[in-house]
Every structure is written in structure tokens, then in C-alpha cells.
């Protein structure tokens, strides 16, 4: 029987950050696929490889979120690595196996544009933008591409830089409460705010009612690391970017075998996106920014309201119009009817359940305003073009795992039994 290989996995892994839990979690799915080597935490790996004889080295490969010294500690051993750390600052020297930050960025930009919004900004710490600079904008490209799905469709995007480490100590987080507090009153309304760290996107949104500003009508809303606690278990919930660490895991460990296994050269500068990203939009980014004053009182009743057993005369009653100059005005400034928009709404609700819960047709249908489940399923399929089962089955993080390893997407095709790189 072969011995089985031994694999370092040095991130991590006790750490609370669902990007590190994530990595570990995909790690672990490759090695349960995979019984021939055998993984195990290495939580001290470069002291473990400088203590070590080139003629005994201690592991086969390495996944991890290297440092420059465990590289160099590696090559001496001639042991592979894999770096799955966005801050490295080995790029160029091992493999790097990140998400794909450009494409989230676009997708942050879209979704808040598709909102109307003609405001953005961004929150990015001071260690986001050195690290950004030291790698060209391979790690960090979510920030720069954001910005520029904003330019192209027309609109200015403002740029506020937080310190390094907003609690490293008391006079550093006082002094970021000050000054993100005086940034957001100068900037103009609405804005739509792109905060990729989710600590820092929950603190505005938590702070927002003290500025006067209402979520998400005044202040839109997004992050990009999907922490459930930060996310989705307070009021308002924020629309986030799931960045998929655990497929970037599951393929990091793919590429290790296949260099181990001599199917795979490494060269120079080589980075792998891995096309694993999904944006869940919630109560944060919830509403339509519109610049008629009747419109846009409806439209928030709509929002606040559209999972009752709302009608359109509800809706003109409640803002002191008829029904026949409401639709006027929807038409003008939103391109859809008051009906159209309050279907939209409920569907908004209907979609983020499917990913975000187990719930019953029946259930979901009770709880966002459609008189049946018949109603909902018939309504979901002509609106959306899929049944609302095969929704929840690609989008809900299980399905869309399942359905990734199924296909590895770097930045550029890759013959079989290879990776490419760019």
C-alpha cells in the first residue's frame, strides 16, 4: 500500500473570520473526496521547516497563507506551496488560489446601480490600499473594479481610506468614529456605500440612525465577506458578497496534488481566480432610489409593505393619489407599474429565503404576499425563468459547491488535467 502523502495546511483555522473557516472547510472537502494524502493544521509551519533536515523534510506540499519566510524555508526543503492568503506578499513566487475580486466588484457596481442610485463610495483600510499597491490589483481588484463599473455608467465615486486597524486601540477607533461620521454628513444623498469588510459596513449602518439617515433609502448598503453574525442576525441586514473561500480551498488543494504529481509546472506569477462569488442582497441595499417625490413615497411603502397582502389601490391610498396618477409616475421615472414593482418586491423576498433558508413553497408564499403557493411558483417561473426549487439548488452555498467542483475556473482555460494562470 503507498504511503500517503502528508500535507501542511498552515491558516487560520481558530481564527472566528469566515474566510479563514471557509478555506479550512474546503480543504477538508478535498481530502474527504481525496483519501490519498493526508492533511493536517500546521499552525507553527515555518518553524517546524527551519528546524528540519533536507533529508527528512516533514510535509510533501503546502497550503497556506504564506509569509515570505515560509517560503523561503520551503524552497530549502523543496517542499511545494500553495498560497491562498489575499494579503501575500508572495505573488510571483508560489501559486496564489484567490476568489475573483474583479468580477465581485462588478457585481457590487451593477447591483447598486441597478437600484438607481447616482452616489457611491467606498470604506477600504489603509493596509487594503498598501497591499494593493505591492500587488498591482490582483488581490485587491473588488476595490478598483467596483470604481469603475461606477465611472462607466456615468457616476463619481468618493473614497474613504480607515486606518489600518480601526481597534487597535481606543484614540484610533474614536478617531475613526469622528471621521467616518463628519465623511458620510458631507457626502451627497442618497448614497450607496461599498464597505468590502464587514465589521466596519455594520458599525456605519448601526451608526446611521444617529446621522439621521435611513437604510437603505438614504444609505445603501454592501460588504463583501458575508459574516453571518455581522450580516444577516441584526436589523438592517446587509447585502454581502460571498467571495466562496471554501471552493478557493477545495481547488488550492487540487493544484498541490496536481504539482506533487508532476502535472503541473509552476511558473512565474501565477494567480488563479476562481469564479466562486455570489451576491446576497438584503434590507441594506432594499430599495429604488427615485427622484420623484410621489414616486418615491410609494416606492417605500412598497419596500416596507410588500410581503402583505398589498394591492395597488393600498398603495395610492397610502400616499394621497389615484391610482391612474400613480401609474403615471411609475411609468415615468421607474418603467414599471405599481403592480410590476410590488411583484418585484415580493420576489426580491422570495429569492433571498431560497437561499438563505430551508422554507417551504407554502411557507414562503405566506410570508411575502402571494395569495398561494400555486400563485408564487407560477408567478417565480415567469418572472425568473426556473422553478423556485432549481433557484435554491444553484444558489443556496451547499448547491453551488457541489456544482463548482464540478468545474475549476482559473483566469484563463486550462487543458485537462491542468491549471492555466495568469
Not at 255 to 275: N, P, T, Y
Not at 323 to 337: A, Q, S, V
Amino acid at each position: 500500500m503507498p504511503k500517503k502523502r502528508r500535507i501542511a495546511v498552515a491558516i487560520n483555522a481558530q481564527h472566528p473570520h469566515t474566510e479563514d473557516q471557509q478555506l479550512y472547510h474546503g480543504i477538508r472537502r478535498y481530502s474527504q473526496d481525496h483519501p490519498g494524502s493526508e492533511y493536517v493544521l500546521a499552525p507553527f509551519i515555518t518553524e517546524d521547516l527551519i528546524a528540519a533536515s533536507p533529508s527528512k523534510p516533514p510535509y510533501d506540499g503546502i497550503i497556506a497563507q504564506a509569509t515570505p519566510e515560509l517560503e523561503v524555508a520551503a524552497a530549502r526543503l523543496k517542499i511545494p506551496v500553495v498560497d491562498v492568503w489575499r494579503d501575500s506578499l508572495l505573488l510571483g513566487t508560489v501559486p496564489c488560489v484567490c476568489p475573483d475580486f474583479e468580477k465581485a466588484g462588478r457585481m457590487v457596481g451593477e447591483h447598486l446601480v441597478s437600484r438607481g442610485f447616482e452616489n457611491f463610495g467606498v470604506v477600504v483600510t489603509q493596509s487594503s490600499l498598501e497591499q494593493n499597491a505591492i500587488c498591482g490589483v490582483k488581490c485587491y481588484a473588488e476595490i478598483p473594479s467596483f470604481s469603475v463599473t461606477v465611472k462607466e455608467h456615468g457616476f463619481k465615486c468618493s473614497l474613504f481610506s480607515a486606518p489600518r486597524n480601526v481597534v487597535y486601540n481606543a484614540q484610533v477607533w474614536q478617531r475613526w468614529c469622528r471621521d467616518i461620521r463628519k465623511w458620510l454628513i458631507a457626502q451627497p444623498k442618497p448614497l450607496a456605500l461599498f464597505v468590502p469588510q464587514d465589521f466596519l459596513c455594520r458599525y456605519i449602518a448601526d451608526l446611521a440612525s444617529d446621522l439621521g439617515l435611513n437604510v437603505p433609502h438614504d444609505l445603501g448598503l454592501i460588504c463583501a465577506e458575508n459574516e453571518p453574525n455581522l450580516c444577516k442576525l441584526t436589523n438592517p441586514t446587509l447585502s454581502s458578497i460571498d467571495l466562496g473561500y471554501s471552493q478557493v480551498g477545495y481547488e488550492s488543494a487540487v493544484l498541490l496534488e496536481e504539482i506533487m504529481a508532476g502535472r503541473h509546472r509552476v511558473k512565474i506569477d501565477e494567480f488563479f481566480r476562481i469564479d466562486s462569488c455570489v451576491l446576497h442582497p438584503r434590507s441594506s441595499t432594499d430599495a429604488v432610489v427615485v427622484n420623484d417625490p410621489l414616486a418615491a413615497q410609494a416606492m417605500r411603502f412598497i419596500l416596507e409593505n410588500s410581503t402583505k397582502s398589498i394591492k395597488v389601490g393600498d398603495v395610492a391610498a397610502a400616499v394621497s393619489a389615484t391610482r391612474r396618477t400613480l401609474d403615471r409616475r411609475f411609468h415615468d421615472f421607474i418603467g414599471r407599474t405599481v403592480k410590476q414593482e410590488i411583484v418585484r418586491c415580493r420576489l426580491e423576498h422570495v429569492k433571498r429565503r431560497l437561499v438563505e433558508s430551508d422554507d417551504l413553497l407554502k411557507e414562503l408564499a405566506l410570508n411575502s404576499g402571494f395569495s398561494s403557493k400555486r400563485r408564487l411558483y407560477e408567478t417565480f417561473v415567469r418572472e425568473e425563468g426556473i422553478a423556485p426549487s432549481a433557484y435554491r439548488a444553484k444558489r443556496q452555498p451547499a448547491a453551488v459547491l457541489r456544482d463548482n467542483e464540478r468545474r475549476r475556473t482559473p483566469s484563463v482555460s486550462a487543458p485537462q488535467g491542468a491549471y492555466a494562470s495568469t
